[in-house]
């Protein structure tokens, strides 16, 4: 390939007549650099040694109760940080956490961990209710910083209706209904 110009020196050499060779050396040049730079970093495995080296932010254990304390440490046992980062720590198979209270209710985050799923193994089998129980409370306080905490659009219509005073769900409103 390098050969091949000193043995065929005829043809146009100007790079500015020859826009489909800039563009695949410009394509060539590019994939071969993401890919290297991804490479170092490789986003998509789990980091394996992040659960070992690298400590919870001191930021999210001041101020908190000891169940939630424990939960950062039932976080940190169960190696969730080899594939979720705090603090900018740990590995980016699955997202950072530092705010998934204010993405996750309770409830979400008690069936994203006993279940697993997206790519996430299911914890159901390795944790105890009580550890479970822990966990969530600490990831409850990670609102990074301090956004409002995710709330559960259903929710408030199910304590609603069950506060009717017949006992039915109320009617839902039908716009242009009958
Ligand atoms: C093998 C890697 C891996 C491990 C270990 C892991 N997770 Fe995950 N987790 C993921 C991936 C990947 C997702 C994204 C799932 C999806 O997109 O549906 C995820 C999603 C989540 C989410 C929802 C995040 C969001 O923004 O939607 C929470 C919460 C979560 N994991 C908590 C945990 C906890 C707690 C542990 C430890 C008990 C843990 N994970 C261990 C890979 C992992």
Not at 59 to 73: F, I, M, Q, V, Y
Not at 87 to 94: E, Q, Y
Request: hydrophobic content about 40%; some cysteine; glycine content about 10%.
């Amino acid at each position: 390939m390098l050969l091949l110009p000193l043995l065929f020196g005829e043809g146009e050499k100007h790079w500015s007549r020859r826009p489909v060779a800039v563009l695949m050396v410009t394509v060539i040049a590019v994939t071969l650099g993401a890919f290297t730079s991804l490479g170092t970093y490789t986003p998509w495995s789990p980091m394996m040694n992040a659960w070992t080296s690298a400590p919870i932010p001191a930021a999210d254990l001041k101020d908190r109760t000891p169940l939630e304390r424990e939960g950062a440490l039932v976080f940190q046992n169960k190696q969730c940080r080899n594939c979720h980062s705090i603090g900018g720590a740990g590995g980016m198979r699955g997202p950072a956490l530092d705010s998934i209270a204010s993405r996750m209710t309770e409830d979400q985050m008690i069936r994203q961990v006993l279940q697993g799923g997206g790519n996430m193994p299911a914890y159901g089998n390795a944790l105890n209710p009580s550890e479970t129980t822990a966990l969530v409370q600490f990831l409850l306080t990670l609102r990074g910083g301090n956004l409002a905490p995710a709330v559960d659009a259903s929710r408030k219509m199910v304590l609603s209706s069950e506060q009717a005073p017949s006992g039915l769900p109320s009617k839902p409103a039908t716009p242009g209904g009958p």
